[in-house]
């Protein structure tokens, strides 16, 4: 089994379907959610699926000690779903093009430190873009700078206000995420059978 680690930082819809998609799968699992808020949602709707929670701060992430937390699990897969964090240089090594993440816009416009949730949608509205969408990308040493693996468009409606976007490319999200995620898994454990 290809065993899933999640990183989130807020309410975690994402995650949600991510687990939700590999609950019973038969070659993946999420075996732990990872979470630098103790209020964030997503440790409810882990607790509510039966996955384990671990809570660290930000220290945690720069000192090894979440590094440590997922090789004591045997993660072979770290996904981030709405994690604000930079991913520390020790991490990426430690999992060679296999840490991914998703971006509420089409990269490389609209990314960076700072650019998450309502403030790309509200930039792309600002440029007076005509289209939008997501990037599902591989993640490296900077903010939204990893190799693209997919992307997926929607147009941007002249009524569109940052919080309809936002519900369209939500869903979006929800709709390929877990699809995205899969091919990967699919990657991983054909490298570990050869």
């Not at 809570?55 to 090789?71: I, Q, R, S, V, Y």
């Not at 816009?105 to 403030?119: D, I, R, S, T, V």
């Not at 997501?134 to 919080?163: K, M, S, W």
Request: proline fraction near 5%; charge should be negative.
């Amino acid at each position: 089994m290809v065993r899933i680690a999640i990183l989130a930082s807020g309410s975690g819809t994402n995650a949600q379907q991510l687990m939700g998609h590999f609950q019973g799968h038969a070659t993946a699992e999420v075996v732990l959610i990872c979470s630098d808020k103790p209020r964030a949602g997503v440790a409810q709707r882990a607790w509510d699926m039966g996955v384990p929670c671990y809570l660290f701060n930000g220290a945690a992430l720069k000192d090894g000690t979440l590094l440590h937390e997922l090789e004591a699990y045997r993660i072979d897969l770290v996904v981030l779903a709405g994690f604000m964090r930079l991913i520390p240089v020790e991490m990426v090594l430690a999992f060679p093009d296999r840490i991914t993440n998703i971006h509420p816009a089409l990269l490389p416009k609209y990314g960076g430190k700072g650019m998450f949730g309502e403030h790309v949608h509200k930039a792309v509205l600002a440029a007076g873009e005509k289209e939008s969408g997501i990037t599902i990308h591989l993640v490296n040493e900077r903010y939204d700078e990893g190799q693209v693996l997919f992307q997926a468009a929607c147009p941007v409606l002249p009524e569109d206000d940052a919080d309809a976007l936002a519900a369209r490319i939500h869903a979006m999200e929800h709709a390929h995420y877990p699809a995205v995620v899969e091919g990967i898994v699919n990657s991983i454990r054909d490298k570990t059978v050869e």
